[in-house]
């Protein structure tokens, strides 16, 4: 029997299955730490509609925020899922949204879309890199950050971020979409991953 340090362990509750829980223990938090990054944004841009911005979407959506989700172009499947949890509009992450927005989460790892979320932004607006690694940033002119535009990103979270996170999920009734693979298909998972085969979340099981 493995024994954890309470010290680095969260209360989950009872509600709920393993694989449905999952997600919200990296995806979850990530997301939450990367939305209290965003500050008081009532227009908040998802980049990549995968695992965390699928929960993330819910959290704002119960703020009573607007969610204006971006996906790789052309891929209505996922701008419909995104659709269906509440988002105000879904389009390709090479458009633009109908409305300049108060701030952007960047979760997939593609940089250049960091100068394309700026340029969705309005004055003092904010984008939130949300991964732990991403592809180069591109060049980009200075007219797109100018006007106070802000670019941070998220490295981890505290552990108060995910008391806080955990104790709020059941009250909002967040519902985790999940395709489950074996733990010997983990290869599987991330090509699936990486072909956007699959909404929601992954999850390895034994």
């Known amino acids: 029997m493995a024994v954890a340090d309470a010290r680095f362990a969260f209360p989950l509750g009872e509600e709920g299955s393993d694989v449905e829980v999952a997600p919200l223990l990296c995806a979850g938090l990530i997301g939450w730490r990367s939305l209290a990054k965003t500050g008081n944004a009532q227009k908040v841009g998802l980049y990549g509609f995968g695992a965390a911005a699928h929960i993330i979407a819910q959290v704002l959506v119960w703020q009573k925020k607007q969610v204006y989700a971006f996906t790789r172009p052309g891929d209505a499947k996922t701008q419909a899922f995104a659709r269906g949890l509440g988002a105000t509009w879904a389009g390709g992450s090479d458009e633009l949204p109908p409305e300049q927005l108060d701030a952007t989460?960047?979760?997939?790892?593609?940089?250049?879309?960091?100068?394309?979320?700026?340029?969705?932004?309005?004055?003092?607006?904010?984008?939130?890199?949300?991964?732990?690694?991403?592809?180069?940033?591109?060049?980009?002119?200075?007219?797109?950050?100018?006007?106070?535009?802000?670019?941070?990103?998220?490295?981890?979270?505290?552990r108060q971020d995910g008391l806080d996170f955990l104790s709020i999920a059941p009250k909002i009734g967040i519902h985790t979409t999940t395709t489950t693979y074996a733990l010997k298909d983990a290869n599987k998972a991330l090509d699936d991953l990486r072909h956007g085969r699959f909404d929601g979340a992954a999850v390895l099981v034994p």
């Open 105 to 158: 989460i960047i979760f997939a790892p593609v940089g250049s879309l960091v100068p394309a979320a700026l340029k969705t932004l309005r004055k003092g607006g904010r984008v939130v890199c949300a991964g732990i690694h991403m592809s180069e940033i591109p060049a980009f002119s200075y007219d797109t950050l100018w006007e106070e535009r802000e670019i941070v990103s998220v490295a981890n979270l505290t």
